[in-house]
């Protein structure tokens, strides 16, 4: 058995490079032309029709691939960054970016094109989660979906990268209850969250459901786009515009002539921005209420100029508003984190991020799709082969980044093994004289502390003149995450070790030591050969 294995190094992120041409078996679009039956009071566009345009298509691109019915189990957060006005036309495209077991990932792409100018804008991008089934009877069997096979460089990025979602996705809920905090609630010039409440029932009709007699995701998110609107302008008087609904998961299915009970409040204010929260609750004539989905939206309300107004604080109700109104500031917290971490240019952030419990999802998802981001450029340069081992350059502006990539004779699993335990390195590295491990954050993400010879012998940027910097050791610290693949080891989902520099509080730069930095150092380790 041969291993690939690659080493990278870069100092920042690069923009992004123009989509290959191909044509994807998964790949649908749907353009629609926006009516005044599809606009709010605005001749916007109404958000709740958007969903429901883009469900159907990311459900259409589903059962593409999968060959039999799917539903809507999840929907990543959706930024909105502009609206679409009346007359204008909604371009969507979705296709499904890797199925996994029984799920997969769809990429959902909203471009909005003005037919008299010929301009064409991004709206959103989401990602949105499909499960398969397929009934026999009484019986419900679920169908195990076949592999995605990559074609483009873009597509293997986003191949790759959807494990990394994935593994976000699985602990949301964790984070959040992470997240919480028991601050004090000030009360003082606070609106009451009881009069931002509304409730409104819903009758699933046959026009509202899919082919499965299930009603359809997006109608349900419209529906509660529709009732947060409601809450959000009782709390501003004033018109809202919706920003931001996060991520969120369907409980469980609705079908033709279950009634829907729709509560929402605003959670919380901020500063420029609300957050509503919306419940859907599930029933017959007969038989208790199920909870089917629960979504927490972020509105902003603009003034003449197109800014954002200051809002009142709210006061929440006692006990369970309290519990969300806490709930809000931590989900704050999570888009806060997410913007910095993983939405940011590298150039705008340091290259040491400070490492906290609470953002340590956000770093190691970073850490890993960064990487892969890097690895899958196709403008690497071979620039030496030497012994059979290659090096590769790949410069972009002020980037510079290095590839060495070498075939040994070593099972994959084993060289993974190897090479993830950096406590072992200073054995076989020269360059690593110390490795200490500081933390084990869980089974795949651990901080380690590096004590390396100093590079910078009195370079611009060193804290130590020519003289005092020869002998001066430079030492770092690194969040590492190692990754193995979900389909046992193929190119476009390889084991992953992947090492950046964090900041901690508890070990800060010392005169005795360089402190270095690095944006992204990784190992890549590929099946070539089955046995």
Known sequence: RNTSVSLCSRE???????????????????????????SNHQQELSVGQLL??????????????????CVTASMDDIHFEHTI?????????????RAFNTSMEVGIHVICEDLFCGRHWRVCHAYATFVTQRKFTDLTLQVILKPIVPRTQ????????AAERRRVRMVHDDIIK??????????DDAVAAERTKVESVELVLPPHANHQVTTFGGQIMAWMVNVAVIAASRLCQAHPTLRTIDMFTFRGPSQVGDRLLLKTIVNNTFKNSMEVGVRAEAYQEEGSNRHINSAFMTFEVLDDHRKPRVLPRIRPEPLEGERRFQEAIARKKIRLDRKYIISCKQGEVPLSVP???????????????????LAAKNSWRLSSEKNKVRLYTLEQKSMLSFRVESE??????????????????PSWDTHYQRCELIHQVDDDDFLYRVVTPSVCRGAVGCPTSASQGEGILQDFILLASKRMPCSHGSVEDPYVIALRSVSLPTHPPTEHYNRGETFIKYFKICLLCPW
């Open 12 to 38: 920042e992120e690069e923009e992004e490079e123009e989509e290959e041409e191909s044509i994807n078996p998964t790949e649908v679009k749907m353009s629609q032309i926006v009516m005044p039956c599809h």
């Open 52 to 69: 429901k345009w883009m469900d159907s298509t990311a459900c259409l691109s589903a059962e593409r691939h999968a060959g039999s019915p």
């Open 85 to 97: 006005r009346v007359g204008q036309v909604v371009n969507i495209r979705a296709k499904v970016n």
């Open 154 to 161: 873009k597509e293997q990025v986003e191949y790759s990268v």
């Open 178 to 187: 992470d997240l919480l905090s028991h601050g004090a609630i000030q009360h």
């Open 355 to 373: 490492w906290d419990p609470r953002n340590q999802v956000y770093l190691s998802y970073n850490n890993v799709s960064a990487l892969k981001m």
């Open 408 to 425: 040994v004779d070593v099972p994959a699993q084993r060289a993974f093994g190897l090479l993830a335990e950096l406590s072992n390195r």
